[in-house]
């Protein structure tokens, strides 16, 4: 493999994980499309027993995840939500996990509707204000999990002011790293223990495959969740697992349009006549623009907005009318989305719940592709406005 130690990040994407194949020299990864390996004798083998324990395509995919994330140690999943179940799983009865209160929905009902059942105890705060943290731990704190930025809000939470909190308390703290991305932010540089990502979003980046993967430095951290990993069988198949490797490769080139065109529309959007609001982080007078500043690179592709005729017809109407935008769940890929959290991706959290953290009937989220911001800008403004241009 390549040694990477030194090696800048356009470089470090290009040649993660991946070495000539040993057998025929393949600049790529096989795809290893088998369940088992023929064994010498009971027990002498070549390290691969059963795929659902190893496989040299996922190994390379694993590795791939610690050397972009900065860490020592990576693993992947079915999906993210699979990533994030394995992390719960560290968790016995009584423990609490201190989460952030905007965040993806889909977690949000793996937390309250899965393993509260369990006995794991959940406590919702603004993790925006990190002293909102230190006064919710108590001596069962075992867990602080935060999402930077948030879903779908673009809240910014200071990963390493409460990295130092969690530190003080011998409290784990993973980092939902999916919006920002290893090209923007590196949460285990800023003192957090465990990264996590729907891999499905930017780092797979072609809307063709749904995966999840955790990064951390701390070896029996990792052998605890790797047991679980292999015991609970969330694994991704070989497949999925090259697809993800090949969407790494161009990671930086994709983020750096991603962040090009989501600033334009940004500021486009701020500027339109027929928009109230629009959330991006990138904004000066947002509350966490000097927190994003600090511990990101850039502000990412993603945002939302508010019209100001926030009717429910209004707002479905442009939701149905864009023509680049496709109108779907997910982020992250080459092509532009938009979504309406209340009734898509965030219809797990109980309306009360959602309208007390600022996530209205009317938030629209848009996920920003890598086409010519000519023809997104046009397809916006057509679709707000109701005017073919
Ligand atoms: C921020 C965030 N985290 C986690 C997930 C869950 O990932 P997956 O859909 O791959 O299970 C999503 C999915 O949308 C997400 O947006």
């Given at each position: 493999m390549t040694d990477l130690t030194n090696k800048r990040l356009a470089t470090r994407f290009v040649h993660?994980?991946?070495?000539?194949?040993?057998?025929?020299?393949?600049?790529m990864t096989p795809?290893?499309?088998?369940?088992t390996y023929v064994q010498e004798?009971?027990?002498?083998?070549?390290?691969?027993?059963y795929a659902r324990s190893q496989n040299p395509t996922r190994f390379a995919l694993e590795s791939a995840f610690a050397t972009i994330e900065n860490g020592q140690y990576g693993l992947a999943f079915s999906s993210g939500v699979a990533a994030t179940d394995a992390v719960l799983k560290l968790l016995s009865v009584g423990d609490e996990v201190i989460a952030a209160h905007d965040m993806y929905g889909g977690t949000y009902r793996l937390f309250t509707q899965v393993f509260a059942r369990f006995g794991i105890v959940f406590k919702f705060v603004d993790?925006?204000?990190?002293s909102k943290v230190a006064e919710a731990i108590?001596?069962?704190?075992k867990l602080i999990w935060i999402e930077?930025?948030?879903?779908?809000?673009m809240n910014i939470t200071d990963i390493q002011a409460v990295a130092t909190i969690a530190n003080d308390a011998h409290v784990l703290l993973c980092v939902d790293n999916t919006f920002a991305t290893p090209f923007l932010q590196l949460p285990l540089n800023e003192g957090a223990h465990i990264v996590m990502h729907s891999a499905t979003k930017y780092l797979g980046g072609h809307s063709d495959v749904i995966q999840g993967c955790l990064v951390m430095n701390d070896k029996a951290l990792r052998d605890r969740i790797y047991f679980i990993q292999k015991s609970s069988g969330a694994i991704p198949g070989p497949q999925d697992c090259f697809l993800v490797l090949r969407g790494l490769k161009t990671l930086h080139v994709r983020m750096e349009r991603h962040c090009e065109n989501g600033a334009a529309v940004a500021h486009f959007l701020r500027n339109?006549?027929?928009?109230v609001k629009v959330w991006w982080?990138?904004?000066?007078?947002?509350?966490?623009y000097a927190v994003a500043r600090k511990q990101m690179k850039d502000f990412g592709g993603m945002l939302s907005f508010e019209l100001k005729d926030n009717s429910h017809s209004n707002t479905m109407r442009v939701l149905a009318a864009t023509k680049v935008f496709a109108?779907?769940?997910?982020?992250?890929?080459v092509e532009s989305l938009i979504n309406?959290?209340?009734?898509?991706?965030?219809?797990?959290?109980p309306r009360e719940e959602r309208i007390k953290n600022g996530?209205?009937?009317s938030l629209i989220r848009l996920s920003v592709g890598i086409e010519s911001i000519e023809d997104l800008l046009a397809d916006l403004d057509e679709a707000i406005t109701g005017v073919s241009n």
């Amino acid at each position: 493999m390549t040694d990477l130690t030194n090696k800048r990040l356009a470089t470090r994407f290009v040649h993660a994980g991946t070495v000539p194949d040993p057998s025929t020299g393949a600049i790529m990864t096989p795809i290893y499309q088998t369940s088992t390996y023929v064994q010498e004798a009971p027990g002498v083998n070549k390290g691969y027993e059963y795929a659902r324990s190893q496989n040299p395509t996922r190994f390379a995919l694993e590795s791939a995840f610690a050397t972009i994330e900065n860490g020592q140690y990576g693993l992947a999943f079915s999906s993210g939500v699979a990533a994030t179940d394995a992390v719960l799983k560290l968790l016995s009865v009584g423990d609490e996990v201190i989460a952030a209160h905007d965040m993806y929905g889909g977690t949000y009902r793996l937390f309250t509707q899965v393993f509260a059942r369990f006995g794991i105890v959940f406590k919702f705060v603004d993790t925006t204000d990190p002293s909102k943290v230190a006064e919710a731990i108590t001596p069962n704190t075992k867990l602080i999990w935060i999402e930077t930025p948030t879903n779908p809000l673009m809240n910014i939470t200071d990963i390493q002011a409460v990295a130092t909190i969690a530190n003080d308390a011998h409290v784990l703290l993973c980092v939902d790293n999916t919006f920002a991305t290893p090209f923007l932010q590196l949460p285990l540089n800023e003192g957090a223990h465990i990264v996590m990502h729907s891999a499905t979003k930017y780092l797979g980046g072609h809307s063709d495959v749904i995966q999840g993967c955790l990064v951390m430095n701390d070896k029996a951290l990792r052998d605890r969740i790797y047991f679980i990993q292999k015991s609970s069988g969330a694994i991704p198949g070989p497949q999925d697992c090259f697809l993800v490797l090949r969407g790494l490769k161009t990671l930086h080139v994709r983020m750096e349009r991603h962040c090009e065109n989501g600033a334009a529309v940004a500021h486009f959007l701020r500027n339109h006549p027929a928009v109230v609001k629009v959330w991006w982080c990138g904004f000066e007078d947002h509350p966490g623009y000097a927190v994003a500043r600090k511990q990101m690179k850039d502000f990412g592709g993603m945002l939302s907005f508010e019209l100001k005729d926030n009717s429910h017809s209004n707002t479905m109407r442009v939701l149905a009318a864009t023509k680049v935008f496709a109108l779907a769940e997910s982020l992250g890929g080459v092509e532009s989305l938009i979504n309406h959290p209340a009734t898509m991706t965030h219809a797990s959290i109980p309306r009360e719940e959602r309208i007390k953290n600022g996530l209205s009937d009317s938030l629209i989220r848009l996920s920003v592709g890598i086409e010519s911001i000519e023809d997104l800008l046009a397809d916006l403004d057509e679709a707000i406005t109701g005017v073919s241009n």
